[in-house]
């Protein structure tokens, strides 16, 4: 079946613009997460949803960030005014997760992620 | 710092060579996942350890847990060089997080 699909692969923009990067998870997963990936680096957590609701957001490094999620399925992270610091890849999972349980007790289905550069 | 830290950061071994990679955490948590990562491309889940699991094995994988030492261990045997890959701990409890990763390099 289809995996995790993050669109665009590659987006270069210029300092101060917005960018929206969408993830579209796997069907039927309620859980979906994004991480920030830079060069070389782990990966930090960002926010997790669950359904359409983001019971930990706490990984947004600014509110320049913002993120949403529509109809339980496909998610947009936003990030305003963007600064060379925000260059890195974005990588967007999926999970099983019955409410309840908690996140983190599924194993994690990742998308190839966005590669962001800001010049 | 991060709850999961992998040790070595880097490793570089012969085709058929085992490859061994462990991972330290600081709290308590509920399962310890690993995943792999090919460059370029998003993580790939290997295996998963409950916190009352001790060793798993998956194909040529096989993962150690030592709850009292707050640790775990990764074990490639006869690698392939499609096994070169960064791979990660990843640790559950309330919040999930991931170390630095292991960049492994398996030569031909």
């Known amino acids: 079946g289809a995996g995790v699909s993050q669109s665009p692969s590659n987006k270069v923009t210029e300092k101060g613009k917005d960018v929206e990067l969408r993830c579209d998870p796997i069907?039927?997963?309620?859980?979906l997460y994004w991480y920030r990936q830079s060069l070389g680096q782990g990966l930090e957590f960002l926010i997790y949803?669950?359904?359409?609701?983001?019971?930990?957001k706490s990984g947004l490094p600014s509110d320049r960030f913002s993120a949403e999620r529509t109809g339980g399925s496909v998610s947009t992270l936003t990030i305003q005014r963007t600064q060379q610091e925000d260059s890195a890849v974005y990588l967007c999972?999926?999970?099983?997760?019955?409410?309840?349980?908690?996140?983190?007790?599924?194993?994690?289905?990742f998308g190839d992620g966005t590669r962001l550069s800001i010049l | 710092s991060q709850q999961g830290e992998e040790d070595p950061q880097a490793l570089s071994i012969q085709e058929g060579e085992n490859a061994t990679m462990n991972c330290s955490y600081k709290?308590?948590?509920?399962?310890l996942q690993w995943y792999r990562q090919n460059s370029g491309r998003g993580l790939v889940h290997l295996i998963l350890?409950?916190?009352?699991?001790r060793e798993k094995h998956s194909g040529r994988l096989r993962v150690t847990l030592d709850t009292s030492k707050k640790s775990s261990s990764l074990l490639i045997t006869a690698s392939r060089a499609a096994d070169t890959a960064s791979y990660f701990c990843?640790?559950?409890?309330?919040?999930?997080?991931f170390g630095a990763g292991t960049q492994v390099v398996v030569t031909p």
């Open positions: 949803f669950q359904g359409n609701s983001a019971p930990d």
């Open positions: 069907s039927g997963h309620t859980a």
């Open positions: 709290t308590s948590i509920n399962n």
């Open positions: 990843a640790t559950a409890q309330g919040k999930f997080q």
């Open positions: 350890i409950r916190s009352n699991e």
């Open positions: 999972a999926s999970s099983l997760a019955p409410p309840g349980t908690g996140y983190g007790n599924q194993p994690q289905h």
